[in-house]
């Protein structure tokens, strides 16, 4: 296209000087100081495109002017239709309106619920919480981000997207909302995004003209990058020069010895200078925070702030306990409301030691000796490391990794202990706080596939009360539970089936964790359903298809709201197509005897077992397992093969090595032995 469209631009810069030319692709845009110019060019471009064989999109022409009504007086007279002409010029989907906190347009408005719905599309993806995260940012943050040019936006036009890209991950919603932001990183921020892009066009600009990237001004797209600066925490010292608050330089004039000529210098200082700025805003909400009120004589170091980062790597406890969403039993105490508190709920006692009221979150971690700390681990000392995790630059790293592990490993007993002490106490009406107090706690993982998937045994269970039980108690991972009852921290046998029976009795907590948590009982349940409706007898088959089903996704999905639920997620429908191909695959095994079964499961469900004679059901309906009857392809399995009269007169021929009778299902016997059905017919 742009090599169809290169002769009409060389014809048409001969026209008069006063005109600027742009070509991007199939895209024109031109500027000229009259109106009968701009419409000349219009009427070029038509001609030349008719030339060409090229249909114009009437639909996108466009004619814009800074004054409104002079641009509906000035183009009318040259015969522009109206409704072609706007007040709000538009380049490549970038708005240029050069008015200072206008209005947001409907294309602007459409875009930021456009990226919206995206992130939220890729909440319910089958995929680890940090993996969700990830494409979430990757789809969202480019459309909300683009395009802001010339009007300077500000954090809360972007706050629905934020919300949505946060929900996708780990989002304990007890941690600090900027050291959440921190660690999700500068990706997963279209403000930051949009502020960056325009940065760098900048620099792209001086770059390659060797020059100003424009004019320094209070208007336009410039007075967009100053602001954006600013709002991060750099000074301006000079026209197209800024320093930042750790030391880092941001010079965007090529004459100066500080102009970076690779770009990565500009963007690394424009980061730490924004996440400098989210650690300070933390600090300063000491008076709300118990963390930020402990840290205050901490500084912002960017090789901690790396390190620490590495470590959280994908768990989302460790995460959790980074951006201050530690949880105690002295912090439940408060959440409780005073009701809940004379009903003989008293989460403040420690759950382990017995002795300690007000178990903060300094006992839990440290002081108690019941909480099975390996003796090895010396209490952190640093300020940041003690009460969040945070890597110190003075210890090893190996050190750092224990610190942090231990600490999301206790705050994960500390949740488990939770839920089982709610839900074998006295039940109480009013328990709004304690539904709240669970959700805030629990929320990071709740989020998590990966680390801290339901137990696959669930899947085998016989009976949909047993399998929310086991589905409730074992979200443990396996690699800490290995650890914990090596050192004599795990849950006894014992404990385990006190937590199934407490956990099998109805509960008023009603948060997305435990809801979750029953989700796959749940699809259980509706396997069950179909073998007590169809006498299924293929217990082997039934229970491999409801573990493929539940690892590819297809598992009830509750309603945060409500009592609707609903069986695919809404991505689910993406990934139907390979999870169907999987169950074929199951499904042909099964059909080839290579997991057990010599005949699919179908309405009747009439199975052999290989070697072993008929199933239950095929025994006391075909006869002996000589032969089973399929009622939707009329396809009858003989133990030899051999062919029947049907299949001799050339019916159903697509079933080589079986025979049916002509009609019906009336099917007989290799040995001529009439099927029960034909004896009741009389046939």
């Keep these: 296209m742009a090599v169809a469209l290169l002769l009409p631009l060389l014809d048409l810069r001969r026209g008069p000087e006063t005109t600027d030319i742009m070509l991007y692709l199939d895209d024109r845009a031109w500027a000229s100081t009259a109106a009968s110019d701009c419409m000349n060019f219009g009427r070029k471009w038509k001609d030349w495109s008719s030339r060409l064989g090229l249909k114009e999109n009437e639909a996108k022409e466009k004619y814009y002017h800074q004054n409104y009504a002079l641009a509906l007086d000035e183009f009318a007279k040259v015969g522009a239709p109206p409704k072609t002409i706007s007040g709000a010029p538009a380049l490549l989907g970038v708005e240029l309106a050069p008015e200072a906190g206008r209005p947001f347009t409907d294309k602007e408005k459409k875009k930021l619920d456009q990226a919206a719905l995206v992130a939220r599309t890729a909440r319910s993806l089958p995929l680890p919480a940090f993996r969700r995260l990830r ?63 325009v940065l760098m066009a900048a620099w792209r600009r001086a770059k390659r003209s060797k020059a100003l990237p424009g004019t320094w001004r209070e208007v336009g797209w410039v007075l967009t990058l100053r602001i954006f600066l600013q709002k991060i925490g750099c000074l301006e010292v000079a026209a197209w020069r800024w320093t930042t608050r750790l030391g880092g330089i941001i010079d965007l004039d090529p004459s100066s010895g500080d102009f970076d000529q690779t770009s990565g210098a500009v963007g690394h200082n424009t980061r730490e200078a924004w996440r400098l700025t989210h650690f300070e805003r933390w600090l300063a909400r000491s008076d709300a925070r118990i963390d930020s009120r402990q840290c205050q004589a901490t500084a912002y170091n960017e090789q901690r702030c790396t390190l620490t980062r590495k470590l959280v790597a994908n768990d989302s406890h460790r995460f959790a306990e980074v951006t201050g969403a530690s949880v105690s039993p002295q912090k439940f105490e408060v959440m409780l409301s005073r009701k809940d508190r004379r009903n003989g709920r008293e989460p403040n006692l420690c759950s382990w030691c017995k002795e300690a009221r007000g178990a903060d979150w300094e006992h839990m971690v440290w002081k108690c000796n019941a909480s099975g700390k390996p003796p090895e681990l010396a209490p952190p000392t640093d300020l940041l490391q003690r009460p969040l995790g945070w890597a110190s630059t003075a210890r090893t790293h190996s050190y750092n990794f224990a610190v942090l592990d231990w600490m999301a490993e206790v705050r994960q007993r500390i949740l488990e202990d939770w839920y089982e002490h709610m839900s074998s106490a006295p039940k109480v009406k009013g328990t709004g706080r304690i539904a709240a107090a669970a959700t805030a706690a629990s929320y990071s993982s709740s989020n998590n596939h990966s680390n801290r998937q339901t137990a696959k045994g669930a899947a085998a269970a016989t009976t949909a009360a047993t399998a929310t039980a086991t589905a409730a108690a074992t979200r443990q991972p396996q690699k800490r539970k290995a650890a914990s009852q090596s050192s004599g921290r795990g849950s006894s046998a014992g404990g385990d089936q006190k937590a199934v029976t407490s956990s099998s009795k109805k509960s008023k907590l009603s948060t ?105 059901h095929c025994a006391s309906s075909c006869g002996g397992g000589h032969w089973c009857l399929r009622q939707s392809t009329r396809r009858c399995d003989t133990p030899h093969k051999q062919r029947g009269p049907g299949h001799a007169q050339g019916r159903m021929s697509k079933h080589a090595g079986d025979w049916c009778l002509s009609r019906g299902t009336s099917c007989r016997a290799a040995g001529g032995k009439a099927s029960p059905q034909e004896e009741k017919e009389g046939k």
Excluded at 140 to 164: H, M, N, R, S
């Design 135 to 197: 494409i979430a940012a990757a789809k969202a943050v480019p459309k909300a981000a683009y395009g802001w040019l010339c009007e300077a936006p500000t954090e809360q036009i972007f706050a629905k997207v934020e919300d949505a890209i946060a929900r996708a991950g780990p989002n304990p919603a007890m941690g600090d909302r900027d050291l959440k932001m921190l660690f999700r990183g500068h990706s997963a921020s279209p403000y930051f995004m949009a502020g960056q892009q």
């Design 512 to 616: 997305p964790a435990k809801k979750k948590k029953i989700r796959s009982s749940q699809w259980l349940s509706a396997f069950e359903d179909v073998q007590k409706k169809y006498h299924c007898c293929c217990a082997r088959w039934c229970s491999e298809l409801t573990q493929h089903s539940a690892d590819y996704g297809f598992r009830p999905r509750s309603r945060l709201r409500g009592h609707s639920h609903r069986l695919l997620n809404p991505l689910s429908v993406a990934i139907l197509a390979q999870a169907v191909a999987v169950l074929v695959v199951v499904a042909k095994q099964i059909s080839h005897g290579e997991r057990g079964w010599s005949g699919l499961c179908c309405r009747g469900c009439a199975c052999r077992n290989l070697g072993q004679g008929a199933s239950p």
